[in-house]
């Protein structure tokens, strides 16, 4: 939401409340106070904003609109004529200060938005998923030979990307952790000819960083991608390690 959206909200609100075109005066006495105001104000238009799905317009059929706001008002301990006087007071006598807690409201209702939407990228990328093994990892001490190894089949072509974050503390005694990864035909894994991918190495300072493959994929052969998260030069046996994988996710385009 944009600040250009003060002038739609404002009047959006001068309609819900009645506010009539003629001035009147309001005794402040019956004014809501600006900590509870900028609440009712934020629920009415998520309020608003959920009346909007049909799903939740068709459980709330008997309700009319106002109606639901009216509730909304009741909820926070105010009746509708509180709602209307306070508006219309703030309106001709204190714009400025209406637009100031319009910037609360916005505010906040930008902020929800916002996480929603990471919250909906999130479940998008989770639900289309093609990474078979667990989502997070994590290596202490010495967990033996295991080193994140994955197989996972690409039955099409075009472009893969695999994504995630790993921690790798500074106490890990692994000498050059790196990611290493290659394709292969499905036909012939042990013994046909693999491509591999661009090795990278890890940053070790217990610090979590996000690292990305591009895997591009020609023709119509079914391929494997087979490889390990967590490669390294020295002994698994010996070396005592101390690295955390999450957010594991291979999708497609």
Not at 38 to 48: E, F
Not at 51 to 64: G, P, Q
Not at 121 to 148: M, R, V, Y
Request: aromatic share 14%; with cysteine; hydrophobic share 35%.
């Amino acid at each position: 939401m944009t600040r250009n959206s003060f002038i739609i909200l404002i009047i959006f609100s001068l309609i819900i409340f009645s506010c009539s075109g003629k001035k009147e005066k309001t005794e402040r006495i019956k004014l809501i106070p600006e900590k509870d105001l900028v609440p009712i104000l934020i629920d009415v238009h998520m309020a608003n904003g959920l009346l909007t799905l049909a799903n939740v317009r068709s459980r709330y059929a008997s309700f009319d609109s106002i109606a639901t706001y009216i509730t909304v008002i009741e909820k926070h301990g105010y009746t509708k004529n509180d709602m209307d006087k306070t508006m219309k007071y703030y309106f001709y006598e204190k714009p400025q200060k209406l637009i100031a807690m319009y910037d609360q409201v916005l505010g906040v209702l930008s902020k929800e938005q916002t996480l929603v939407e990471k919250e909906f990228q999130a479940e998008t990328a989770h639900k289309d998923n093609l990474w078979t093994g667990k989502e997070s990892c994590f290596f202490p001490g010495i967990p033996g030979a295991d080193s994140g190894q994955f197989d996972v089949v690409l039955k099409n072509p075009g472009t893969y990307t695999l994504s995630y974050s790993a921690t790798f503390f500074i106490d890990d005694q692994s000498v050059n952790p790196q990611f290493s990864g290659y394709t292969c035909n499905a036909d012939s894994i042990e013994t046909g000819k693999k491509t591999y991918i661009g090795s990278f190495h890890y940053l070790k300072d217990s610090r979590s960083h996000i690292y990305t493959v591009i895997i591009k994929i020609t023709g119509n052969t079914i391929l494997h991608l087979k490889g390990f998260l967590y490669d390294f030069n020295n002994n698994p046996l010996v070396c005592e390690r101390h690295a955390w994988f999450e957010n594991i996710l291979l999708t497609y385009l």
